[in-house]
């Protein structure tokens, strides 16, 4: 039997599925994480904690740009179970938004907190569900293709 989600979440966590185009998106992007050694080598959605005195929007493009160096414009939320978008752990839970790069597709962007970063096509769902991802991330994976989709 699944446990009852929690009324609230401690912590807010923001994520990006960056696409490569926002009328006809063919790819998405994927960064694998460098850090806590728990979860070094996985992959994730680029993204990070909202601060408290900023709205999930706000964190999301500000944490894209001190991940991905790109400004991003934000598209449709990918909506979780929860109020808060998906659960990570039993404090924190994630909402995620698709959205583009301004100016269009960047190039192969890194900074520190990701080991590597990679472009998935979409036209090969099974090689992005085949990539080691984040447990708590999988089931967004399965949304956003469900997502894009419709």
Known sequence: ??????VAYRTQVVGAALLDDAER???FLAAQRAYPETLRGLWEFPGGKQEPDES?????VRECAEELG?????????????AQGWPLTDTAAMRVWTAVAAGGRP??????????????PLGDARGALDLPWIPADLPIVHALLDHLRT
């Open 70 to 82: 790109v400004a991003v414009e934000l598209l449709a939320e990918v909506r979780g179970p929860h």
């Open 25 to 27: 998106p063919t790819a």
């Open 107 to 120: 190039g192969p962007v890194m900074g520190e907190d990701h080991l590597a970063v990679r472009w998935l």
């Open 56 to 60: 999930c929007e706000q964190a999301l």
């Open 1 to 6: 039997m699944t446990a009852p989600l929690p």
